[in-house]
């Protein structure tokens, strides 16, 4: 930028202007760089044609549109970078009152439905009480409860047709099928990976729903991912106060010396964490902007940790010699590691302008990817050394598959990470990657539903 | 004589990327060209040509640079790609249709 020790008057405005549109949220940095250069070549323009240079300044702002109007139109194209709703809506939409009113009608009847749903089968003998221990059922069920409500909710929300809506019934009537036919023996292995890998399988159909038909278009599977990230934020901040709603019910009728706990476990806690899935998908959907921010702060505030945390993991291995002692748990604690991992490349990518050229933080990305694939692999050769001692357990060959999956998706992250950085590819390349790799997880998570329980004997 | 407000947002992608057709450019000279070109009748509000360019370039149909301008400062220079080409021909016959259907109405109407 051109500003020299003695500030004209001139300069002193249209830094003024600058200002001003530094002020917008929907216009960034180098939009306000590329508009200001047209700003100086009109005004160039205009004082060659005889006018002087203030008022070839206001006629050079004049041509340039309202403010509002242009960051509006900014806020249209750049929709990601700040709440659509509150912005666009008021003016573009015609009765947005009457529209969000039959919107939150639709959403508290889902969230009660759920809330009701988890509570039908106790009309069959399976109750949720204190006392006994938690049937099952209710584990192995616990997603199909839900996310049919949710699909249905984005059915409308999205406006898809009845047709499509009959289509996105199937995986979760597959996913009925499937949780429900097999005689597992109770708490056996494949039973507790049956009720952990459902959800992973179904939520895929909500991403259907979420994107409408636009499955293969872009940005569209980003924003599922966005969703996701933001829900899960919402839905621990929800159950936050449900603890403490808890709390209080519990001290409240202690105090007069009746015990709540019937109601805490067999009301309160199942029905509250049901409903909750909706509300908070409602709330990221209405107010995506308080919360835009969120996962993209919480990645950039952890990336670095987790980088210093493996190397540092490394160097100590490397420096004592110490190996991996290969326990029940370990498989299992890097498969998390590795999760993490790619839900911080995730959503880095996804609050991320694809445009913008590489800079220090990609670095570090890159940095953690190739850490944690260096940690991941000492442990996966110390697991392969002992896997004949181990046997095949569907636990173990879970683990594994799982650890396999993601260590594919981070080893072609990394090389799309460093071919950014030696500016030989583009950053829509890993962002595509990583968008196209969603539904692997998916399609794992049904193999270990459907197939598992058949190949290990319901053990 | 001032166009509509509808025609306009309608004909900016196929102006845009006709004028990056013929050669790489930037958003002062677009909007220049596009006065002089329509002898004036198409006035742009200049800044809304920017979010035009920059949904062409998320649909990658043009590609931009930041490079120098005369003075020295920096300024964002755009180019059309092959996709954009093709977009342009797809255009270009949308607009050739919309021409001959009303000019057909109008011929009719004349000799009527």
Not at chain 1, 109 to 116: G, I, K
Not at chain 1, 263 to 287: D, H, Q, R, T
Request: proline fraction near 4%; glycine fraction near 8%.
């Amino acid at each position: 930028m051109t500003i020299s020790a003695d500030r004209s008057p001139l300069e002193e405005q249209i830094a003024q202007w600058r200002l001003y549109l530094r002020r917008r949220r929907a216009i960034h940095g180098p939009d306000v760089e590329e508009l200001e250069g047209h700003l100086r070549d009109q005004m160039a323009v205009l004082t060659e044609a005889g006018l002087a240079g203030d008022e070839a300044f206001l006629v050079a702002v004049k041509r340039m549109g309202s403010l509002d109007a242009l960051s509006r139109e900014f806020a249209r194209e750049h929709s990601e970078r700040l709440w659509k709703q509150l912005v666009i809506a008021p003016d573009a939409a015609g009765e947005p009152g009457k529209a969000t009113r039959i919107e939150t009608l639709i959403v508290l009847s889902l969230a009660v439905a759920a809330a009701v749903a988890i509570k039908v089968p106790a009309l069959f003998g399976l109750r949720l009480s204190p006392d006994d221990e938690l049937p099952p059922f209710y584990a192995r069920n616990a997603s199909l409860f839900v996310f049919p409500l949710l699909t249905i909710y984005f059915v409308w929300k999205r406006g898809s047709d009845v047709v499509r809506g009959l289509w996105l019934a199937l995986p979760f009537a597959f996913g009925t099928v499937f949780a429900n036919v097999y005689p597992f023996r109770t708490g056996s292995d494949t039973e507790v990976l049956t009720a952990l890998h459902l959800p992973i399988a179904l939520w895929l159909a909500v991403g259907f729903a979420y994107v409408r038909s636009r499955w293969f278009a872009d940005g569209e599977r980003m924003d599922f991912v966005r969703f996701s990230g933001e829900l899960v934020i919402y839905y621990v901040l929800i159950a936050l106060g449900g603890g403490v709603l808890t709390g209080f019910t519990m001290m409240m009728f202690e105090a007069i010396e009746m015990n709540a706990e019937w109601l805490v476990a067999g009301w309160l806690i199942p029905c509250g964490a049901m409903g909750a899935v909706i509300i908070g998908s409602w709330l990221v959907e209405a107010k995506q902007s308080v919360i835009e921010n969120m996962a993209p702060v919480l990645t950039r505030l952890f990336t670095p940790l987790f980088t210093v945390l493996l190397l540092v993991f490394l160097a100590t291995m490397a420096w004592t010699g110490s190996p991996i002692n290969v326990k029940r748990e370990v498989l299992i604690g890097f498969d998390l590691l590795l999760v993490l991992v790619v839900g911080l490349v995730l959503y880095a990518a996804s609050a991320r302008d694809p445009q913008a050229p590489p800079d220090f933080f990609d670095g570090l990305q890159l940095l953690l990817v190739v850490s944690a694939l260096v940690v991941d692999g000492v442990a996966l050769a110390a697991i392969a050394a002992r896997i004949s001692e181990f046997g095949f357990t569907p636990n173990r060959v879970a683990a594994l598959g799982e650890n396999l999956i993601l260590l594919v998706n981070l080893a072609w992250s990394a090389w799309l990470y460093a071919r950014f950085l030696r500016h030989r590819g583009s950053f829509a390349d890993l962002e595509r990657w990583q968008i196209a790799y969603l539904p692997v997880y998916s399609a794992w998570a049904a193999f270990v539903v459907v197939v598992f329980p058949l190949m290990f004997g319901y053990r | 004589m001032e166009l509509g407000k509808d025609l306009v947002a309608a004909s900016a992608t196929p102006l845009v990327l006709a004028i990056l057709a013929e050669g790489d450019s930037y958003g002062y000279a677009i909007i220049k060209q596009v006065t002089e070109l329509s002898g004036g009748h198409l006035q742009w509000t200049d800044g809304m040509l920017y979010p035009v360019l920059h949904r062409l370039e998320r649909h990658r149909l043009i590609a931009a640079k930041w490079g120098a301008s005369e003075s020295g400062r920096r300024r964002k220079y755009y180019r059309i790609t092959k996709e954009g080409r093709a977009q342009l021909a797809v255009q270009r016959q949308q607009w050739q249709v919309v021409d001959s259907t009303l000019r057909g109405i109008w011929m009719k109407a004349r000799t009527a």
